[in-house]
């Protein structure tokens, strides 16, 4: 059994019963039914939920007249995405706003889950990039076909009917190596940065590496802004019209 931190530890006393009836229902038996649970699981569960619980308590307390520090940051955030999203997207971005707006916050908390002891951040496991990245791979070609229906197609054939045996293969190759280069980027600079962040920790166990500390959440917001600027650019890519 590989380390478990205490949570984890705690859902597979509590639930490895019903998980285990679960997996083995749907023919995906646990590789050990006495902890089926594994930490990138339960902390992306955690985080999830508090994102939820979060944002349903701050729509109930939003205030037109006397806003909080809370509130003006949350207003500033949405302006700066908004922003980002009509410069990168167009005109058309701020309706897929709350997609990359999501992406960035759940990114985000994932990342910065790991500087709290006992707990370890879900994108240092490549399982959970990828699942983001398969995401945002499914949802811009919604949106182009959304936007081009039937026409979205002509985006792998180039300008010309004579280049479309070369550029369809490189068209299509090209957009299937944009989930393994977002995977691999969140889930490498995640993982490098957790190693140094416990590394030091552990070597420094009574003088908090506070320096080490603000690298990591320095790397946090970057690779979160990161991820959700690619999606803006391939959405942006996906809607745009030739003029």
């Not at 520090?69 to 949350?74: A, E, G, V, Y």
């Not at 081009?148 to 180039?158: E, L, N």
């Not at 479309?164 to 691999?184: C, D, G, K, N, Q």
Request: contains cysteine; aromatic residues 16%.
């Amino acid at each position: 059994m590989e380390h478990e931190v205490p949570v984890t530890a705690l859902f597979n006393r509590l639930f490895a019963g019903p998980t285990d009836a679960f997996l083995n229902a749907i023919h995906y038996p646990p590789n050990d039914p006495a902890h089926p649970w594994t930490d990138w699981m339960v902390c992306e569960i955690l985080v999830f939920l508090f994102v939820a619980i979060f944002f349903g308590i701050m729509a109930r307390r939003y205030s037109v007249d006397r806003p909080g520090k809370i509130q003006h940051l949350l207003e500033v955030s949405y302006e700066f995405f908004r922003a980002s999203s009509e410069e990168v997207v167009g005109h058309g971005g701020p309706k897929y706003l709350a997609v990359f707006g999501t992406v960035f916050l759940f990114i985000l908390f994932m990342n910065l889950i790991g500087i709290i002891p006992g707990f370890e951040s879900p994108t240092m496991y490549p399982m959970v990039p990828l699942g983001m990245a398969v995401f945002t791979f499914f949802f811009y070609h919604y949106t182009g076909i959304k936007e081009h229906g039937g026409g979205y197609i002509k985006q792998f054939m180039g300008p010309m009917l004579l280049l479309v045996p070369l550029m369809l293969p490189i068209e299509t190759i090209s957009h299937f190596a944009r989930p393994l280069s977002l995977t691999v980027r969140l889930w490498a600079n995640m993982f490098a940065g957790e190693q140094v962040f416990l590394t030091f920790v552990t070597l420094t166990k009574v003088i908090i590496p506070v320096i080490f500390i603000g690298l990591h959440v320095f790397v946090s917001f970057l690779q979160a802004y990161i991820f959700m600027l690619l999606a803006m650019v391939y959405v942006g890519g996906a809607v745009a019209h030739e003029h």
